[in-house]
C-alpha cells in the first residue's frame, strides 16, 4: 500500500510541525506539571499536544485506530487495519529540564509492525521521517546507520540501568554512557549514523518506539529485544523488554554479547 503510506506520511509531517509549534510555544513559557500513577512526569503541554493531534489525525482518518501514551486505551487499536500510535512529547523530562532533545513521535502502525514514522524536534527544528521501502530521512536528507570496522570501537549509546539489565560488559564493548532522555531521538541518531547503536531498558511502551522503528529499518539497521526477537507492536502488553538498536553485523555482536534468553527476559527460570 504505498501510495497510502505516502498519504500517511505527508499527514503525519504535516501534523508534527504543527504540534511541535503548539509544544514549543509551552515550552517557551511556564507550563504545569506534575506525576502520574506510574511516577512519570507530564505537562500541559503533553496533553495539549495530544489532544491536537487525536482532533486532526482522526478527523483525516476516522476509520484509523488510537494509541497514545496520554489518551486511555479506547479499544480502537484492536481494529483491524491501520492505527496511530502517538507520544505528543517524547522525553518530558527533557521538556521539563528545559532541554533539546524532546520530540514529537507520530506513526502508522498495521498489524505488529509501524509502516510510517515522524519525529519532529521544534527546538532544533529537525524532521525525521520514513516509510516502508521509501527509506529514512532527516529534513530530507537521506539517512543510513553506521557499520563501524570493529565492535570493539562501536559507540553503543546506554544508560547505567540498561547496562545492568542487558549485562552489557563483555570483552570488546565500551559502551558510552550517555543518557538521552527521549528514547525516540536516542533511536533516531542510530538511523543517522551518529552513534552506532542503542540501548532501552525494559518498559519501553510502543509509543516509545513506533515511529523511530521504521526509521532504523528504513535507514539499513534493526531492532530486537536483546534475545534477538522482532519487536511487534500492538500485543497482548504494549510494554517491552530490553531492546538493541544497531546496524549489522553490530547488532548481532550486541545480542551474542548480552547473550539474553527469552525467558531471561519475560523474568522466567531457565
Known sequence: MASQDIDDLELLTEAARAAGALALAH?????RQWTKPDSTSVTEADIAVDAFLRERLMAARPAYGWLSEEHPDDGSRLRPGRRFIVDPIDGTR?????????????AVAE????VVGVLYNPVRDELWSARTGGGAYRNGVPLAVSHPAEAARARVVASRKALRQT?????????VQVFMKSLANRFANVAAGTVD???ATSGSADWDIAAALVLIEEAGGRVTDASGAPVRLNAGTLRHPPLVAAGEPLHASI????????????GKPQ
Not at 515550552?27 to 507550563?31: H, Y
Not at 498489524?111 to 509501524?114: I, N, R, V
Not at 545480542?255 to 519475560?266: I, N
Open 94 to 106: 527533557a521538556f521539563i529540564d528545559r532541554g533539546d532533545e524532546w520530540v514529537v513521535s507520530i
Open 167 to 175: 549485562g552489557l560488559s563483555a570483552p570488546g564493548f565500551t559502551p
Open 197 to 199: 547503536g542503542a540501548l
Open 27 to 31: 515550552f517557551r513559557g511556564a507550563p
Open 255 to 266: 545480542v551474542s554479547a548480552v547473550g539474553l534468553s527469552p525467558a531471561r527476559l519475560q
Open 111 to 114: 498489524g505488529p509492525a509501524a
